[in-house]
């Protein structure tokens, strides 16, 4: 308005108001409740240095921490027709996504990247679960047919980290037949010969756990991954009973036989790395001598060469 | 004949024509007048009210416990029936039943969930909540059909898959999502009716068909109007008002295009008329199978993947 409101009073306020402290330069763990410097807790990729408690991570986050040199290239998905519906509840679904999109920056609940790992070329399809719990709707749906296409395209595995709370029930039935759906995209991968890995990460539950992600080669988890169908509550409610310890974290799944491996965050990228160039060079790297072999020269009908 | 809340007045003009009924030793004619109009009330009645129910009265009437259940249409539809048991790995879930059987003249292998019909049989199949070895039974008898060239009728009829603990240790999610799979890789026909509840994994683990049929007064769901009430309303109290903001009616997934035929029920809900809807039901069934074994096995398999991918691409129809 004029130079007395702006650059007088706030030159005053500057002076007088405590230096402001951002409020995230202090992480509380969720486990053991000690606090963690900001800086540690990035360096030391989101994982409590005290309890080892694997805290959720950006879509930034891990595709940075994969990746070679965190470098890849996101691509763009296909817009969808946003809420079907019509849906509303308390508010409308279609004000909750654009509240979504506005905190994450992103348009839904996925991301799907391409690059190198270990020199292996692979298309990565991660979930946001900062955007409404990660839940599967019709863009979540299309990203996964995208990277499935994209994989099948470039001749590259397909690794798909699910975090995600289950179908999106704001989209009803469509929601559901995002499991069809990306079961068919994830099978044309395999189909080609090409490897499907699942990196579970907390929590994989619902329609996401009963679809796509429970179909790969290769299934690994995050150390305390809540990983199940049912909810717990759900459960609870049905056997009123205390559910048993651990139940559905990661480490009950890889001892009921569900997951391949429980991997800690530190040794995650090693670990794809490995099978990837495992899966992708089965060759032995030293000398291969062929075995000498008659050449298969066509046959006539008289059985003369 | 149980009564849902909103038919009350029906119940109420029907206990009438009852009462009347048996005091027909007076004035016989009057009492036959009098019962015809009170029919054709009761029938104007039905009509009015099942003409225009609300997506939560379709969700009393798709539970209603005298609606036609998988033993049903098995015993009215199908000859020679003959169950096939097991997953081969852990048990027998009779949540889930399935078999051999001639529908019509042809082979076909049926597998559908079973509700139950009094207490003891509800407990024995679990109240139609499959545990993991009811997917992998209706997986192997999938992969059976597929090898002998049979096709796959399913009927879907379950609140859910079942939510228990033994159930999520041996792998409930796998064990859909491997259902799934096998739904979309067999080279025979495959059919799918909901004739009841259609409830989220538990259904699309049987119903990822090339054709998929619901009756007039089904509802098929991502989740219960109640389970969605209390999560995003906060309270069951709202199931109501989830039921039509979830789309869950056979009119409402048409026009979606997620479902491809409903099939008209008798007046008054197919509780009333079980034999008619059983009937109505098979020949719809049967006119699919007809056309779609026209079809070569490949491009049965690829017109169902395609299908199923193509969901939601486009947005709505």
Redesign the interface.
């Known amino acids: 308005m004029n130079w007395l409101t702006n650059f007088v009073r706030p030159e005053i306020q500057q002076w007088v108001r405590p230096k402001e402290v951002p409020d995230n330069l202090w992480h509380k763990c969720h486990q053991c409740g000690h606090m963690i410097f900001h800086r540690d807790l990035e360096k030391n990729l989101s994982v409590c240095q005290h309890c080892g408690f694997h805290m959720r991570l950006t879509v930034k986050q891990r595709l940075d921490m994969l990746f070679d040199d965190s470098f890849y290239q996101r691509i763009e998905l296909p817009r969808v027709a946003p809420d079907p519906l019509k849906f509303r509840d308390s508010k409308r679904y279609s004000d909750r996504l654009k509240e979504a999109q506005g905190k994450t920056l992103e348009q839904d609940a996925i991301a799907v990247a391409h690059g190198t790992m270990g020199g292996v070329n692979v298309v990565v399809a991660a979930f946001n679960f900062q955007f409404m719990g990660g839940s599967m709707g019709m863009a979540v749906g299309e990203g996964l047919v995208a990277a499935a296409e994209l994989a099948v395209l470039q001749d590259a595995p397909l690794v798909v980290i699910p975090s995600s709370g289950g179908a999106r029930m704001q989209e009803g039935i469509l929601s559901l037949m995002q499991m069809a759906r990306t079961t068919v995209a994830v099978d044309r991968v395999k189909e080609k010969g090409l490897p499907y890995i699942v990196l579970l990460a907390d929590p994989t539950t619902g329609g996401v756990t009963a679809s796509f992600a429970m179909l790969g080669d290769i299934h690994i988890a995050e150390p305390g991954a809540v990983i199940g169908f049912a909810g717990q509550r759900v459960i609870e409610s049905t056997i009123r009973e205390k559910l048993p310890d651990g139940f559905q974290r990661a480490e009950y799944l890889l001892d009921h036989g569900m997951v391949d491996m429980v991997v800690h965050r530190h040794r995650l990228r090693e670990t794809l790395v490995r099978l990837l160039q495992l899966l992708r060079h089965p060759k032995p790297p030293g000398e291969v001598v062929p075995l000498p072999r008659e050449p298969i020269l066509p046959v006539d009908g008289d059985g003369r060469v | 004949m149980n009564f849902l809340d909103f038919e009350k007045p029906i119940a109420e003009l029907e206990g009438k024509i009852e009462e009347l009924r048996h005091l027909s030793d007076t004035d016989e004619i009057n009492i036959a007048d009098e019962v015809a109009r009170l029919q054709a009330k009761v029938d104007k009645l039905l009509k009015s009210t099942y003409a225009k129910l609300t997506p939560w009265q379709k969700t009393q009437v798709a539970r209603h416990p005298d609606r036609p259940h998988f033993s049903d249409y098995v015993a009215h539809l199908v000859e020679d029936f003959t169950p096939l048991a097991g997953d081969r790995a852990f048990a027998e879930d009779r949540a889930i039943i399935g078999g051999l059987g001639r529908f019509r003249g042809r082979s076909v292998m049926v597998i559908g969930h079973e509700k139950g019909r009094d207490t003891e049989s509800r407990v024995r199949h679990n109240f139609g909540m499959a545990r993991p070895e009811g997917y992998r039974k209706a997986r192997r008898l999938m992969a059976m059909a597929d090898r002998f060239h049979i096709p796959v009728v399913t009927l879907v009829d379950t609140a859910g898959?079942?939510?228990?603990?033994d159930?999520?240790?041996?792998?409930?999610?796998?064990a859909?999502?491997?259902a799934?799979?096998s739904?979309?890789?067999i080279r025979v026909p495959l059919i799918t009716a909901i004739i009841g509840e259609g409830g989220?994994?538990g259904?699309?683990?049987l119903a990822?068909a090339n054709t998929v049929v619901m009756l007039e007064h089904s509802i098929?769901?991502?989740?219960s109007p109640e389970?969605?009430a209390s999560?995003?309303?906060r309270s069951g109290d709202?199931a109501q008002?989830?039921a039509e903001?979830?789309?869950?009616t056979a009119q409402d997934?048409h026009r979606?295009g997620?479902v491809d035929l409903v099939v008209p029920e008798p007046l008054g809900g197919a509780h009333r008329a079980r034999n008619q809807t059983m009937d109505a039901l098979g020949d719809t069934i049967e006119q699919s199978l007809t056309a779609l074994l026209a079809l070569d096995g490949g491009v049965l398999r690829a017109r169902r993947?395609d299908k199923?991918?193509e969901?939601?691409?486009?947005?709505?129809h």
């Open positions: 898959a079942y939510p228990g603990v159930a999520e240790a041996r792998g409930q999610a796998e859909i999502a491997r799934i799979e739904c979309l890789a989220s994994g259904a699309i683990a990822a098929y769901s991502v989740i389970g969605c999560i995003l309303w709202n008002d989830a903001a979830l789309k869950l997934l979606l997620v993947r199923f991918l969901m939601g691409r486009q947005g709505v």
